[in-house]
């Protein structure tokens, strides 16, 4: 059985804990590192301190139990580990902007601002596999010719979505270039289930749309111009929504910068010659102001 890393060690303590008086001393006490080791682990891997990754996760487990139980609010606060109800509704609106009761009656579960829980392999994923700190670029207008689809949380729909579009790509003999996967995020909606659906585009760029031919007809799609915070994600695609959840769970919250209200995408500049290849290398455009 794999040893875990003192940051999985420190992960599986939270999570195993997490509704009860514990703090950096406690998650150092168990790990063997010092308070000023684990705070450096804890601010270098996950982007924030020990304190703020057990409250977010505690504030995530409550926004759960608010949308999908009818426990009262001030049973929640206690079950999810805070001292008092008082305090559970200044964290849960500074994190959500919303009072817990508020919340509840939005009836939609969009926990953007708090903290799934991680595993070990998403810890180690988190340390290797992304880059942490973003490069900035502004981008003109781009143009993508390609088809359109659907996917959820649920089920992955991407992968054969990219296969149509490969083959359609050189049964037309277009230009090889860089693909793009793009997700329309002014379509998401949100099944009875809970569930996720997200239309999606994936394609290709084109200097210009009249010089596509007629039949069959490719969808098109204008990316807007403007700053991107830019994301390097590695190996596996099975492991880009942990990725994703790095981004908006951890990086946003601890990030001056601000997202501005138009589409990320993904661009893949060289083949992907399978799903699950660990030499797979994407880089994910999140646009800011």
């Known amino acids: ?56 996760r505690r504030l995530y487990n409550a926004s759960e139990k608010l949308i999908r139980s009818n426990q009262r609010v001030i049973d929640i606060a206690f079950d999810c580990g805070f001292a008092s109800p008082e305090a559970f509704s200044r964290a849960f609106k500074a994190a959500f902007g919303s009072s817990p009761a508020d919340y509840r009656k939005t009836g939609l579960d969009l926990v953007v601002n708090a903290k799934r829980g991680l595993t070990p392999e998403d810890v180690g994923h988190i340390a290797n596999n992304i880059s942490h700190a973003p490069r900035f670029v502004t981008l003109g207008e781009i143009k993508v010719a390609g088809l359109r689809g659907t996917t959820s949380l649920s089920d992955n729909r991407l992968p054969a979505l990219w296969e149509k579009f490969m083959r359609l790509h050189k049964d037309l003999g277009m230009a090889s270039g860089a693909g793009y ?3 329309e995020t002014q379509q998401t909606a949100y099944t009875k289930e809970g569930d996720v659906l997200f239309a999606v585009m994936v394609g290709s760029p084109v200097h210009d749309f009249d010089s596509l031919p007629p039949s069959p007809p490719l969808d098109r799609k204008i990316l807007q111009a403007g700053k991107y915070a830019v994301f390097t994600h590695r190996g596996t695609l099975a492991n880009l929504s942990k990725t994703y959840q790095y981004i908006f769970g951890t990086w946003l919250q601890t990030t001056k910068a601000e997202l501005d209200d138009r589409e990320d995408f993904e661009v893949y500049e060289g083949e992907i010659l399978s799903f699950d290849d660990a030499d797979n290398e994407v880089e994910i455009y999140i646009p800011v102001k």
């Open 1 to 56: 059985m794999k040893e875990l890393s003192p940051l999985e060690k420190a992960i599986a303590y939270i999570e195993n804990h997490l509704n009860e008086n514990i703090g950096l001393s406690d998650v150092s006490r168990e790990t063997g590192y010092s308070y000023y080791h684990m705070t450096r682990l804890f601010s270098a891997v996950l982007g924030e301190s020990v304190g703020r990754y057990i409250n977010r």
């Open 181 to 183: 996967g793009i997700c």
